[in-house]
């Protein structure tokens, strides 16, 4: 599975054989960029979202939670300039009729610069053997150097055309880079349109009374809007956050890449609100924060890179996003992003109500700034996945499929297996199993030889196997393999609690760093 591309494919496959994800609908052929999330994926996802709500709202005694109403009054979006501004920009290739963001065929077009940096770094890895000095290397060679130039003065003046909204230039960019349709092969460009990514829908009985209500393209509105209520009830000083998990929606014109960009998708995002001017030393707090909770899992710190925001948002005044190395490269995972008092204020302004916190300490009320973190929890999912699908050579000339995830996030967190089914193994895996479940996600499995339900339980990720066989029935100790070394040891039936809590203790986790 060295080829990326092969690897991305077998992640999509294995998602729907081991119940993962299904694309929606599938019976009538599947809902483009819309999927479900099956008995193993349910549980995973759960985990990620549990994993990240313990780390930002149960340990931060000044951040609370929120689960606001997907719809909300259509000034919301008003206010929040999304009805105006949240576009994206389109081009369509006349030959092939496919549509694609502007700014997506130019920054694939950076990447595959990008690519080609990485192999002038493998080359020369070969090349110099152990003296090679990669880092030397990166920041000294011409030809790499000619490379990072072109990426940046290309994303920069990118940057600027969109945050300028010269969308003439933005296609003179395309056409001077001689970016080519994927499809087609052309470079028969239309021009480029705006193009706004709300999903519009109806409020009310008949059609002359019904209000036209947007389905909340993010969840942070929510948040925004209930600031006062949270601050007053739950008696908040200044600085605290808001979270909130939950679906948000988004007409996506390029949506591919399996769960990376989906029309119907889950965020959790958290804002806090700030004292005016501390909004610097919050941004890097959090930038911080966030990427240590990433580390927490171990995924690989060289898997992770900041990547700061040339152009910003209508909103905010500082935006950086954290990068994760996917199948298909590094793309985002979750934006930080420093959003000024711009969404409390414009809610003020539309609403006609102050959103404003009296701050004691010096007497006088003022309109907080606000520090936002938001991750893709489908996103998140598919980093996880993605990063821990492992084809593994085996000592006997065989393979095994094995899916690495953090323990913490693993679906189940045991298997027992009984080694036959009979002489009363099965009665006793079943004893061993009702007193599991009161703490963990545990699995039953009877069918087969035990080495194919090991295979299973390493395709699903499932950290422990506990086999209950004929010494069982003698001295009380079950067989303990483990999924990434397959070691197996015995222990006594009472310590697997221990044992198993020991490794997937949330705690232990979230401690790591
Ligand atoms: P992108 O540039 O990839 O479109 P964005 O900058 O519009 O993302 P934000 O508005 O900052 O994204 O949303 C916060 C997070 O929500 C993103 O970091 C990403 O993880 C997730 N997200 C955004 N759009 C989608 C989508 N269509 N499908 C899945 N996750 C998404």
């Not at 300028?164 to 021009?191: C, H, M, Q, Y």
């Not at 004292?275 to 060289?302: I, V």
Request: glycine share 6%; net charge neutral; aromatic share 12%.
């Amino acid at each position: 599975m060295n080829n990326p591309q092969d690897h991305f494919k077998k992640v999509i496959s294995h998602a729907k054989e081991y119940g993962f994800v299904f694309q929606s609908s599938e019976v009538y052929d599947g809902l483009s960029a819309v999927y479900d999330y099956g008995q193993n994926g349910v549980e995973l996802k759960k985990n990620i979202r549990d994993y990240w709500w313990k780390a930002m709202v149960q340990m931060n005694t000044n951040i609370v939670g929120l689960d606001a109403a997907i719809f909300m009054h259509p000034t919301t979006w008003k206010a929040s300039g999304h009805v105006d501004a949240f576009n994206d920009p389109l081009i369509d290739n006349k030959d092939s009729k496919k549509r694609y963001r502007a700014d997506v065929l130019v920054e694939n077009y950076c990447a595959k610069i990008e690519q080609k940096i990485e192999k002038e770094v493998k080359k020369a890895k070969k090349r110099f053997g152990n003296s090679f000095d990669e880092a030397e290397f990166l920041a000294t060679n011409g030809r790499v150097l000619g490379y990072r130039e072109k990426i940046d003065a290309t994303l920069k003046r990118l940057g600027k055309s969109l945050g300028d909204e010269d969308f003439a230039d933005v296609k003179t960019l395309i056409e001077e880079l001689e970016i080519v349709d994927p499809v087609s092969g052309s470079r028969n460009w239309t021009d480029v349109k705006q193009f706004n990514l709300m999903f519009g829908t109806k409020l009310g009985a008949s059609a002359e009374s019904a209000m036209d209500l947007y389905l909340r393209p993010e969840t942070a509105q929510g948040i925004f809007v209930n600031f006062l209520n949270v601050q007053k009830t739950g008696r908040m000083k200044i600085p605290f956050g808001i979270a909130q998990t939950g679906k948000a929606f988004r007409n996506e014109i390029v949506a591919r890449q399996f769960i990376f960009r989906m029309r119907e998708f889950e965020q959790m995002e958290m804002q806090f609100f700030i004292k005016p001017g501390t909004q610097s030393m919050w941004y890097d707090h959090w930038k911080q924060a966030r990427l240590k909770w990433h580390l927490s899992l171990g995924m690989g710190e060289s898997n992770y890179r900041f990547h700061n925001h040339e152009k910003l948002a209508h909103y905010a005044d500082a935006a950086a996003d954290i990068e994760f190395k996917f199948p298909f490269g590094f793309k985002e995972l979750e934006g930080i992003h420093s959003r000024t008092d711009f969404d409390l204020s414009q809610h003020e302004k539309y609403a006609g109500k102050k959103l404003q916190f009296f701050d004691s300490e010096e007497n006088k009320n003022y309109t907080p700034y606000v520090l936002e973190t938001s991750i893709g929890l489908d996103r998140m999912f598919l980093a996880v996945f993605s990063n821990s699908l492992q084809e593994e050579a085996l000592e006997n000339n065989s393979s095994r499929t094995v899916l690495k995830i953090p323990s913490v996030l693993a679906p189940y967190k045991a298997a027992v297996l009984p080694l036959v089914k009979k002489d009363g193994l099965p009665e006793i895996a079943q004893t061993i199993l009702k007193d599991l479940q009161w703490d963990f996600n545990v699995i039953y499995d009877e069918k087969d030889a035990v080495g194919r339900r090991y295979r299973r339980q390493d395709a699903i990720g499932t950290p422990f196997c506990v086999t209950v066989d004929h010494q069982t029935l003698e001295d009380n100790t079950v067989t303990l393999r483990y999924r990434d070394t397959m070691e197996q040891i015995r222990v006594e039936k009472k310590e697997l609690s221990k044992i198993i809590n020991q490794e997937v203790a949330t705690k232990n986790w979230l401690n790591k760093l």
